[in-house]
């Protein structure tokens, strides 16, 4: 009788593991651009665990470690714990706020020691995985709206207990799971109405709440007035109607004052209105009234201060031109200019860097990283496998979309890292299981999981 002996290369998409190396590469050059300077010794410092990109080489190498094990395991076994994973998940995001260290007003982190792990970052391999469980079971209709809601709790639990650690930023990410429910037959009135609150939410930064409600009235008085024929025959588009002017000013009536002011802290909400040149109108007023001119002159300044990582960014990468400075000659990456430039800022690096040529190389790069896991979740057997992928293309081209466009002033500073080039070992760590797990999974693509 044969012994079986697992092949850790069979059936691996070798294509997404080179590309997942050559990110992980281009963020450790990265990371050493931007905190290197002349008279380190690279090999010491490399070896030393006290620079940023030596702690991040370490962390990579547990990485490669960690993602042997995974391609060592059995599919079957992310089945099988997919639920209990994602008790663990909540229960570690519930403990941040026992044990949780606050690290830039964000209470959503649990020191180890020689790293902080943040668990709703890592949540969102659990949660992956649980609804990957989910609507991969035989007894789960999706077309009913009660499968809608567990799968709709499942995927944004974690994001509601995010807000509540003030961590608004990572709790965005999860409703790219929208996404993958969608591709499993979520019906299109959910996304619609998804563009719908976003594109109602641009408009709220550019007029006042007043006069939006009165132009919602005016537009719904006016179709009806216009259409009154079809109303009078089809009483369904009076009701339809009624029910569209009714969403869209409890919306911007009452969601969107109550986000701005219990949802958002003050300094995001400021920064939000200011990419658009207004005042926050959602501010407190009374606590501005009874400020002392200390205090007011205190809070003007950090207003003026809340756009410097913005204005810095965007002239770290203008100065980059088309080709590039080149490596480790970037002033401002030198200079310390730009704040956060390891984490959230580490595309400032690749523009200054590498110019226009690098950073849509990057871009394309992702765009490929991104249109292989779509193409491998296309060739699942298993609905868990398919799902599981969506749910990791979504959360990769959230982050990535994101963080590029706050780099470049499109988005509202928010927190969120690029994937595997930002300095930090649990996005790391996050990133790696859940490309790995979906390559193992992949490598066993003829099984049926469930």
């Given at each position: ?32 651009s ?29 990485c ?43 209470k ?7 790293m ?7 949540c ?6 649980a ?5 991969s079971?035989?007894?789960?209709d ?11 709790v ?57 006069t939006?409600?009165?132009?919602f ?9 216009f ?138 790069i ?6 292989r ?9 298993s ?7 969506y ?5 990769f ?6 963080n ?21 070992g ?25």
């Amino acid at each position: 009788m044969k012994q079986r002996n697992p092949e850790i290369g069979k059936g691996v998409d070798w294509l997404l593991v080179w590309l997942y190396a050559l990110l992980v590469f281009i963020g450790l050059l990265c990371i050493f651009s931007v905190e290197y300077r002349s008279g380190d010794s690279v090999i010491q410092s490399f070896l030393g665990f006290k620079k940023n990109y030596s702690k991040q080489l370490f962390y990579f190498m547990a990485c490669i470690v960690l993602a042997t094990f995974i391609l060592l395991t059995d599919s079957k076994l992310f089945t099988a714990t997919a639920n209990l994973s994602y008790l663990i998940g909540v229960l570690l995001i519930l403990a941040t706020f026992v044990v949780g260290k606050e690290i830039k007003g964000s209470k959503s982190w649990i020191p180890l020691g020689f790293m902080n792990l943040q668990p709703v970052e890592l949540c969102k391999i659990f949660a992956s995985l649980a609804l990957a469980k989910y609507l991969s079971m035989q007894e789960t209709d999706f077309a009913k709206p009660k499968a809608q809601m567990v799968a709709a709790v499942l995927a944004f639990s974690p994001a509601a207990l995010s807000i509540m650690q003030g961590e608004t930023g990572l709790a965005l990410v999860y409703f790219s799971f929208l996404l993958p429910m969608y591709r499993e037959g979520l019906p299109p009135i959910y996304l619609i109405a998804g563009v719908a609150m976003a594109a109602l939410l641009v408009v709220s930064l550019l007029f006042s709440t007043k006069t939006l409600l009165i132009a919602f009235a005016v537009l719904a008085v006016l179709f009806i007035y216009f259409n009154r024929r079809q109303v009078k025959r089809n009483n369904q588009l009076l009701i339809a109607t009624f029910v569209i002017w009714g969403f869209c000013s409890l919306f911007v009536g009452v969601g969107i004052p109550f986000t701005f002011k219990h949802v958002f802290k003050p300094y995001q909400a400021n920064r939000i209105f200011s990419m658009v040149g207004v005042d926050n109108p959602f501010a407190d007023k009374n606590a501005v009234e009874t400020m002392s001119p200390e205090e007011a002159r205190a809070k003007q300044k950090k207003n003026d201060q809340q756009n410097y990582n913005v204005k810095q960014s965007k002239i770290a990468i203008g100065s980059g031109g088309f080709f590039g400075k080149g490596f480790l000659k970037g002033t401002q990456t030198q200079g310390d200019f730009v704040p956060e430039q390891h984490t959230d800022f580490i595309f400032t690096s690749v523009g200054e860097n590498f110019g226009f040529i690098g950073t849509t190389l990057l871009i394309l790069i992702y765009l490929a990283l991104i249109l292989r896991i779509v193409v491998i979740a296309e060739r699942q057997r298993s609905t868990f496998s398919r799902v599981y992928a969506y749910c990791v293309a979504s959360i990769f081209f959230f982050h990535v979309t994101v963080n590029v466009c706050v780099t470049v002033g499109l988005a509202p500073v928010i927190g969120i890292t690029l994937p595997l080039l930002s300095y930090g070992g649990s996005s790391l760590l996050t990133f790696t299981i859940l490309l790995f797990i979906l390559v193992k999974l992949d490598a066993d693509r003829q099984m049926v999981l469930r």
